[in-house]
């Protein structure tokens, strides 16, 4: 019965931040041993990994992306943030949030994707 969905802007500009929220029911984002992942997907290319943070807070980021990544939570609301600074059209994709199980890393739910488009 977990759910998650996505909100937040659909078109950025570049150089802008793009700033999304997941918003968890059925499930508080504070349960061990959770945690709480972002992933997108650029057109016509694979799922990537961006970061993510776990039940008690703790936060950890792809290398690739933790210079310009920020990831936070608000667990009154049971929701957590993405926040992606300097964004570029090649940060065009379709962002998802999911839930992650410690010692499995299995992503057991997802939200339904978001579309992002970068506007030069």
């Known amino acids: 019965q977990v759910q998650l969905q996505e909100s937040g802007p659909g078109l950025v500009k570049s150089s802008q931040t793009l700033s999304l929220t997941c918003t968890v029911s059925?499930?508080?984002?504070?349960?061990?041993?959770?945690?709480w992942s972002w992933i997108r997907q650029p057109p016509g290319k694979g799922l990537e990994y961006m970061g993510d943070?776990?039940?008690?807070?703790?936060?950890y980021y792809s290398p690739s992306l933790k210079s310009r990544t920020s990831i936070s939570r608000d667990t009154s609301k049971n929701q957590f943030t993405l926040q992606l600074n300097s964004v570029t059209p090649e940060d065009t994709a379709i962002y998802y949030c999911?839930?992650?199980?410690?010692?499995?890393?299995?992503?057991?739910?997802w939200g339904q994707g978001t579309q992002v488009t970068v506007s030069s």
């Open positions: 059925g499930g508080s984002i504070t349960t061990m041993y959770y945690y």
């Open positions: 943070i776990d039940y008690g807070g703790t936060t």
């Open positions: 999911a839930r992650g199980v410690k010692y499995t890393d299995e992503n057991d739910y």
